[in-house]
């Protein structure tokens, strides 16, 4: 059954399907009747009515309640028929905007059906390790100097510092908010806290001495690195419900456009430009 579902044959047959029902809704009313003088309102319409009702005051309907429901559904399709004659719907930009949603929708709907194989997911998982391959992370301590409170050259005092701290002596740096060790932290804490690229900085570093001064927007650092652990892919097995939603959310975006492609293919789209900017490009294309 889930191979029939992955057929994309089947995938067109039921957008083909859609959109004839959304041409339907749009154009026939499931309460016309005879001619557009005539309103039926089915016994389905009345049950949609008073369950959504119910969903909204948690109690049924009373006798008058659901008289009004119906009298006031017959008004709006009264409403609707007349702007419809009156062609109000034409031109109008929320109503087109509308009516692409519901079409959207629809295939989107239709997309939901697919559901991939493991095959599938582990192929979707390869092409795109750099979306799933987890941070890596960093244990480290740091030692904050700002570069206004030491002079000139900066640099020159921290690397005073630096031989002190290698010598296993205590350098005591500048007063700040910024902690004094990490703990396994990722690389989007380090660069949140940091500033962006810090954490590339960290990649350079080798693993159990002091080492900088490491620059960041906030000033300068001397690090201990302690640990370093590069970032891993994890298994399918792992993250299957993530990888699906991507691949989901790829499959519906490349659906869009195999629909969008097949629809624009049944018009001749003629453009009509304004005098002003056609005159403007053939002066464009002279020079």
């Known amino acids: 059954m889930k191979k029939i579902f992955r057929e994309p044959l089947l995938h067109f047959l039921l957008i083909g399907v859609g959109l004839f029902f959304v041409y ?34 948690q109690r049924p309907a009373t006798d008058e309640e659901l008289k009004g429901l119906i009298d006031e559904f ?44 493991d095959e599938e997911l582990a192929a979707y998982l ?10 890596p992370t960093y244990t480290f301590r740091q030692v904050y100097f700002d570069p206004e409170k030491h002079g ?43 500033g962006g690229g810090f ?4 990649d350079e570093l080798t693993i159990g001495d002091w080492q900088g001064p490491v620059r960041s927007g906030l000033g300068l650092h ?3 690195l302690e640990t370093r652990a590069e970032g891993r892919l994890p298994q399918l097995a792992e993250i299957r419900r993530v990888v699906q939603r991507e691949w989901s ?10 629909v969008n492609d097949r629809l624009l293919a049944e018009y ?13 490009g053939q002066s464009d294309k002279e020079e």
Not at 76 to 103: F, P, S
Not at 268 to 280: D, L, M, N
């Open 222 to 224: 001397l690090i201990f």
């Open 126 to 135: 390869a092409e795109h390790e750099d979306t799933f391959r987890e941070s």
């Open 249 to 258: 959310n790829d499959k519906r975006i490349a659906n869009h456009r195999r």
């Open 24 to 57: 339907r809704l749009v154009n026939h009313s499931d309460t016309a009747g005879d001619s557009d003088q005539r309103i039926v309102i089915t016994a389905g319409r009345i049950e949609q009515l008073t369950t959504a009702f119910e969903k909204t005051w």
């Open 152 to 194: 000139d050259t900066p640099r020159a005092r921290v690397a005073e510092k630096l031989v002190a701290l290698r010598a296993g002596q205590t350098a005591v740096g500048n007063a700040s908010l910024l902690p004094q060790s990490f703990d396994v932290a990722t690389r989007q804490v380090v660069d949140g806290t940091f």
């Open 199 to 202: 954490s590339l900085q960290l």
């Open 74 to 117: 017959a008004l709006e399709e009264v409403y609707y028929r007349q702007a419809l004659a009156m062609g109000i719907d034409r031109d109008d930009t929320i109503i087109r905007r509308r009516l692409r949603q519901k079409m959207e929708f629809l295939t989107d709907d239709v997309a939901s059906l697919v559901e991939p194989s």
């Open 268 to 280: 001749e789209i003629v453009i009509e430009w304004p005098q002003e900017k056609a005159v403007t």
